[in-house]
């Protein structure tokens, strides 16, 4: 499966990783704008194709009173006014067969979270869009089964798809990143590494997930390594006080620094191919 299946990414020369990045989830319109402009800065100054991240809801909550959304319309406007403000394409994820036509009309990738990848009707919607599809792998699948998510996707005529890994559970509590996935999943379409999902530490006794920030460099830097397309993260510029999902975001102070790491990396690694 070649790069310029996603349509969003295919302009790029660069030889470049491409980047998903932006917050966990949508919590007003001067966050998004603020996050959207110090990325996009980034990215232009790096080279690197940019995708704008954000959930226009949370469904997957370990508590009733967790965040969910500031309503769906109002977040999805948010995110077509990022798209048309800053000339880059968006991605959210959906949850219900309905959520897929709602959420095409606004952004430009729709992205099937990891615990509903298994879901065949919603897989389906959402590549009847004709919108590309970011398959997040379960934490409870194998490399190799993705390749049955994927052919969900082409075989409702979309040839736009994409996998994302964010790590497998082992015990309760905790993430751990089967690097041999990527090469392998990359048979089947590009890959994407979700670094900041990939450091999560969930089913607290709190219900607040909690996570390893300290890790994201050096899981983004093996992602990298192994042959990751695009590299998927979340952040913020007050991470202690998101709405969702604080506990392994990135500082958006650090991310330059970051970003400019992997670049020498990617160079390093394309230049030994």
Known sequence: MKLDKIPQIKHTDSNNFFLLCGPCAIEGEDMAMRIAEKVVTLTDKLNIPYIFKGSFKKANRSRVDSFTGIGDEKALKILRKVSETFKVPTVTDIHTNEDAAKA??????????????????LVVAAANTGKTVNLKKG??????????????????????????DRGTM?????????????????QYAPVVLDVTHSLQQPNQTSGVTGGR???????????????????????????????????NMLHLDY???????????????????
């Open 213 to 247: 920030p300290d890790m994201i460099e050096t899981i983004a830097r093996a992602g990298i390594v192994t042959g990751a397309d695009g590299i998927f993260m979340e952040t913020h510029f007050d991470p202690a006080n998101a709405k969702s999902d604080g506990a």
């Open 255 to 273: 991310l330059e620094r970051l970003l400019t790491n992997l670049v020498a990396i990617r160079k390093t690694v394309n230049g030994l191919q």
């Open 104 to 121: 095409a009309e606004y952004v430009d990738i729709l992205q099937i979270p990891a615990f509903l990848v298994r879901q065949t009707d």
């Open 170 to 186: 082992f015990g309760y509590q905790d993430m751990i990143v089967d690097f041999r996935g990527i090469p392998t999943m990359k």
């Open 139 to 164: 934490q409870f699948m194998s490399p190799e089964s993705m390749k049955h998510a994927v052919t969900k996707v082409t075989d409702s005529n979309n040839e736009q798809v994409m996998v994302t």
